[in-house]
C-alpha cells in the first residue's frame, strides 16, 4: 500500500507565476483600500446647527420635605391622630406639583399610610387633609 500525500490535493502548488501575481497584488489592493477611506471624508454633509429650546413656563423645583417637614404638616392638620415615626416624601412625576409622602405612626416600623403635600406659602401643608387624617 503506497502513502499518499493529501496535502497537495487540498491547496495548489505554489509556483514562481502565483508568488509574483500575489507580490502585485497584495500592494495594489492595500492602496486601492487607503484611497477608498480617504474619500469617505468628503461626502459627509455639514452638522446643522440645533436650535436650543427653552420651555415656556419653567418653574422652580423644590427638595422633597423631610419627615420632620412632613411631621409637622401632619400635626397641623391632624391634630387628634398619633404623631408620625417614619416618613419618605418624594415628587409625583416630571412636571406634577406636589408630593406623595408615605409614613408610619407612632412606633410603627411601616409606612403603611399615604398622604400628598404641597408648599403653600413657605410651608408645607396637606393637600386633602379629612382623608388623609382618616387613617386607622
Known amino acids: 500500500m503506497a502513502l499518499v500525500n493529501h496535502h497537495f490535493a487540498i491547496y495548489p502548488r505554489v509556483t514562481r507565476e502565483t508568488d509574483e501575481t500575489m507580490k502585485i497584488f497584495i500592494p495594489v489592493a492595500a492602496i486601492l483600500a487607503l484611497g477608498a477611506c480617504g474619500s469617505q471624508d468628503e461626502a459627509l454633509p455639514e452638522p446643522e446647527q440645533a436650535e436650543s429650546v427653552v420651555p415656556a413656563d419653567v418653574t422652580e423645583a423644590h427638595p422633597p420635605p423631610h419627615r420632620e417637614e412632613f411631621a409637622a404638616a401632619w400635626a397641623e392638620a391632624c391634630l387628634e391622630a398619633e404623631p408620625v415615626g417614619k416618613a419618605l416624601c418624594k415628587s409625583k412625576g416630571l412636571g406634577e406639583p406636589g408630593f406623595t409622602c408615605d409614613f408610619g405612626l407612632g412606633e ?18 396637606l393637600v386633602d387633609p379629612e382623608n388623609a387624617c382618616n387613617v386607622e
Open 108 to 125: 410603627d416600623e411601616y409606612r403603611r399610610h399615604n398622604a400628598e403635600l404641597e408648599l403653600a406659602g413657605e410651608s408645607w401643608a
